[in-house]
């Protein structure tokens, strides 16, 4: 008995400290009979305050706990009760309590009597609140997850169709292959009905389609969109005016809002989506990219925010491409515009010196094929070096004999000047590293002898290539054959030289006897007044005519390089002076002054200089002073010696005559040149301030004249007083 006493009060001590609520109902009144604390604990927070704390045993559960017929546990007790199945309920969400929905796990179970009649149901309860909320936290949290990361796909889906595009296309210059790669790549992605690309065409005002991806099978449903003009309405003219994308998400539905005509192709077609992008890059409109859809597609879907993303760079490509084929157009019609051009033309590189362009004229007036010339340095290029080579001569001692060789002056000179210990360097090579530096060189001439061994003088004028910027890419050198003129030129020296010497002797011998006659009648005074004049006139046109074939002489000396200097100490001061007194005898009618600055009229100022030549500097420009001023006017010849430039003296000769026009002043000092305005009965032949340039310039000096037309003029001799031959 004990033990039994002993077995019962165990049982109870189990019950209360499982981790479980468990109650005893009667199974005909629904009556608890007996529960644990647990039960107890759990059971009050549904109860109302009278019925806490144990008061419900001995009550039914529809008494104290009314809400339980509501939610259907009644229901289930009566079921158990009737058909003795045990009931097993998860996760039982039970609303009825002070702390809102709680959830359960419990049990009902019938109890027997030896007749098998279910007197008895034990119910277990545990509350899984916590558990079932933290799980459906979780689930929360992992459907926030879900949607992030279907946002994360789409964008990375978008971004890997934009990589794709951008990458595919960057590479391309050709419109062509940038619509092919561009419908590719996005092909590869999505599974689009149709892909297609639509350039701009500005001039017609037209989209014209590029690529179409595949191409449909029925022509006839693909040529209206062939071109179409910006004002039509289909939604890719819309696209290009609106400036934005056309998204129709449901092209069946479209018809009906209007958007689109129920008898256009696509919608005919039965397809779903429908995208068209215009492509813009900055301002200008090149094209657009259209995609269609077997199914519906949504605005902020990744097919639509991928085209739109891909959209710039196929734009930007297009775009670099148009420019690429201007820039190629305008290079292809330079280029035409270069081979044709008669002149030679080579254009050399900065980056590496090497010749990347020559023309035909080029490869003609050197004898070198264009294909041969290209591609290799012009210093290191083993014809051009030929060239010079064979073209230039070895200077020995001294020049070689001059207006006999068929070898001109300059480009001998030139030549020469272009040895470098010995070894010849062809002045192209100077010409192309100094229009690399910048500068810019006109009209050198050189010889180059072909490898046919014809001689061939050019001319060439050489200068820097500059980018954008002002960068120096290059260096172009222009040339043209000027062998014939150059010979022509060669023949007229020539031929000035031996009129000049054949026209010497007899003037000569004229003027001569006309001075012993001019002596003897003043002598004898046996001629008549009239007779005498006219012997003076000879006397004096044969010196005119004298100076005239000196002058000659002294062109053709310049032109064979005889034009030496006869450099000696004397005074300048002496030499002025005799010069003026000697040409006022001759142009009395002149007024003459002598202007010395910075020194007495009794100094006197030594300079080495070739006495002859500087006399025929001074009686020049005295000659056109007179020449070129009316009779009775002042002629001032000033000389300015400074001791802050002692090595120099400043020589002038001042008119008040016609004076020379601006726009003629640059060239007075060429040959043969005389202004155009120029009363022709003064005589002259445009040589003399040649002369006086080439002189002064030979004595290391410069010469340069101020004018104002019709207000006189004043020529400037800048002297050095320690000459040395230039
Ligand atoms: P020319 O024999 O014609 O005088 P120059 O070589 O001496 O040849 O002079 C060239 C040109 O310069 C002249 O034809 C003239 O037009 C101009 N010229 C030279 N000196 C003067 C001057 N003192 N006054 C005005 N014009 C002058």
Redesign the pocket.
Known sequence: MDGQIHTKTYDYTMLEHMPIGVALFDSQDLGLLAANTLFHTFIDTFLDPTWKNGRAIGHSIIEYLPKAKETGVVAIFRRVAKTGIPYSAGEFAFSGCERGITYWNWTLDPIRDSDGRVVQLIQTATEITAQVLARQEAERVHAALSQTNRIAETGRKRLEVIETVAHSVRESLDADNISMAAIKAVNTCFDALYIYIHIANSNQKTLDLLHIHPVPAKKPSFSSVQHIPYDSSFPIAQAYKQHNPIIIEDLQTAPSLGIIDSSNALVMSGAHGYTCVPLWFGDTFEGTLTAVFKECISEDGPEVQALVGSGMYIAAALAHARLHRTVEHERRRLRAVLDQLPEGILITEASNGCISYANAAAANILGIPVTSLTGIPLNRHPQILTLIHDALPVPQAGLPAAGTSNYPQAAYKENIATRINNHPIFPWHFAVIRALGGETISSQEAMVVRPDGNKVITLSSSAPLRIEGGDITGAVIVFQDVTAQKSIEQQKNEFLSIASHELRTPITAIQGFAEILQMNATQEQSLSPQSLRALTFINEQSQSLTRLIEEMLDLTRIENAQLLLNLAPHDLISTIKHVIETQATAGANHNFQLVPEGLQDTDTLIGVFDENRFVQVLN??I???I???PAGSRIEVGLRYSPTTPHEALIW?K?S????AAN?LPH??KRF???SG?DRS???????????QEVVTRHRGRVW?E?TEGS??T?YVRLPLKSKQA
């Open positions: 020049n420009l000659s056109n002073a020449k070129y001023s000769v008119d005559g016609i004076g020379i003629e007075i000092f040149h005389r202004a120029l003064i005589s002259g032949l445009g040589i003399g301030l040649y002369l006086v004249a004018s006189g003029s020529f």
